[in-house]
């Protein structure tokens, strides 16, 4: 296989990434220790989330195959991609979480379920609860009308126990 080949097939495989992700965040890593990268990796790979580390040429001509306009300015120096198929969440609030301690990683822009999104806007998605949270809120809101009924159910129940004795 020819150089060239090997570069159309990454562009090919970089592409189809982009179009099946449901958030892509585009982070600047120039600064990590190897640990930091290791353990970075380690908690993406534990959330069912992919990094990759691509050249911002075949990162550009990805994005144009993918449909993607307006991620270019993203991919200017060191580019890693921290993408998942199933997660909108996990990967904004992994990397966002994880740059409070690491400073030398920065958030330079992303996609959200196909839409391209500022850094603002990624990191306001970071800030949102993941998918078991949300289910937890809802699971509570559908609770509490049941509970409020057998509050008020008691209620009635203690009150005519008290007019009888």
């Known amino acids: 296989m020819s150089v060239l080949e090997q570069k159309q ?14 958030s892509v965040v585009v982070v ?49 120096g060191p580019t890693a991609v921290v993408y998942s198929e199933e997660e909108v969440v996990a990967p904004a609030k992994i990397v966002a979480e994880f740059a409070k301690d690491a400073k030398a990683l920065e958030i ?4 959200i379920e196909g839409e391209v999104a500022p850094v603002e806007k990624i990191e306001a ?5 993941d998918r078991e949270g949300l289910l937890s ?10 509970r409020n009924v057998a509050y008020a159910v008691k209620a009635v129940a203690d009150a005519k126990e008290e007019d009888a004795a």
């Open 28 to 76: 600047d890593y120039l600064g990590l220790t190897v640990a930091e990268v290791t353990e970075l990796r380690k908690q993406l790979r534990e959330n069912g989330v992919k990094m990759q580390v691509v050249k911002n040429t075949i990162l550009r001509r990805a994005a144009k195959d993918a449909g993607i306009e307006g991620l270019d300015e993203a991919f200017v």
């Open 9 to 22: 097939q990454q562009v090919a495989e970089m592409a189809e990434a982009l179009k099946s992700a449901a």
């Open 125 to 129: 998605l970071a800030k949102l609860p």
């Open 137 to 146: 809120m809802l699971l509570s809101v559908l609770q509490a009308p049941v």
């Open 108 to 111: 330079k822009g992303g996609m």
